[in-house]
């Protein structure tokens, strides 16, 4: 065994799953792993099994920088993973500002990570860097998404002129954008790029079940048509670090419409690893200065089941 290795997860709260990937990873490359994960409060999670809960300011609040320098410190923290979009800009903006040389932060530029969280300012990049995706025609039925929404929250479905109007009294459109709504075939894409290596691999998920926008169901597959091409060019952005999760809609014509772009694990990122996209011992062994080898994807179907846990109250 080498020295310890301290992970600090940014809101982890019920990814049991992923963290239990992160403890095999460790088991494999022969370190011990101390998880902690900053939280809302300091409360029963899913994962506290797995990690030390550590209460800590919302990352939209200006304190959490301060705070996260101090946890860094005390818990002498070597890495750094983000697990909701607002981590990710809190974060990426700490890795730029608050220089950590002995504590890899785990995520992509601020820029890109301040444009993925919000889906006007990605449906502008989208366009700029040639991505296809939805617009906004004379065409029905239109989804209205909010700007800073999440998990599909802050989603409206709207046929017609009539329910659009209706809408616009309800909500300030300010904050939402509205896109053509095409249905097609929803995929995700895990991708792992490395600072060191570049474009390590990916995994294509069918999205078959999905709750609340999280994925329980979903089948992986070999790109088809232009995929490969849409996915790599993609990945081949500057900025990008680290476990990459990419959305889209495909079409029986070989088209595509990307929903989003998340730069951290996604929900069913945990499918993909499984699947030999093993991006927790990739950390790892990165941070450990170390090599690994290319990986060697299989296919899977992943479930998801309902799984209880308690505390004493």
């Given amino acids: 065994m080498t020295k310890d290795i301290n992970i600090l997860f940014l809101g982890a709260s019920k990814r049991v799953t992923l963290l239990e990937q992160f403890n095999k990873a460790a088991n494999e490359v022969g370190v011990k792993l101390n998880m902690f994960s900053c939280e809302i409060k300091k409360d029963f999670y899913p994962i506290s099994h797995l990690a030390e809960i550590m209460e800590g300011p919302k990352f939209s609040d200006q304190r959490f920088l301060s705070w996260l320098d101090a946890a860094i410190n ?49 449906d502008e990049f989208f366009k700029t860097n040639n991505i296809p995706t939805f617009q906004n025609t004379s065409r029905y039925p239109k989804m209205v998404k909010a700007k800073l929404g999440y998990g599909a929250k802050g989603q409206y479905l709207v046929n017609n ?7 616009q009294e309800r909500i300030n459109m300010s904050d939402y954008i509205v896109q053509d709504y095409k249905k097609g075939q929803e995929s995700s894409v895990d991708i792992y790029k490395s600072p060191k290596f570049g474009l390590v691999g990916y995994v294509v998920r069918d999205r078959l079940v ?40 495909k079409y029986f014509d070989n088209t595509f419409n990307v929903v989003e772009i998340n730069p951290r694990f996604g929900g069913g990122s945990t499918c993909g690893i499984a699947c030999g996209l093993d991006m927790p011992k990739y950390i790892l062994l990165e941070y450990m200065g170390q090599n690994f080898d290319k990986p060697v994807i299989r296919n899977l179907k992943m479930v998801r089941a309902r799984r209880d846990f308690y505390y004493e109250c």
């Avoid at 002129?161 to 809408?167: C, S």
């Fill in 161 to 167: 002129p009539q329910e659009l109007k209706l809408l």
């Fill in 74 to 122: 005390s818990k002498n923290i070597n890495i750094v993973i983000p697990n909701m979009d607002q981590a990710t800009v809190a974060l990426s903006y700490f890795k730029e500002n608050f220089k950590k040389p002995d504590c890899w932060c785990v995520v992509s530029s601020y820029d890109l990570c301040v444009k993925m969280n919000d889906k006007l300012l990605a």
């Fill in 210 to 249: 999905v709750s609340d926008g999280e994925v329980m169901d979903c089948l992986t597959r070999i790109p088809e048509g232009d995929e490969k091409k849409l996915i790599e060019t993609v990945a081949s952005i500057d900025g990008w670090e680290g476990c990459i999760t990419l959305q889209y809609m």
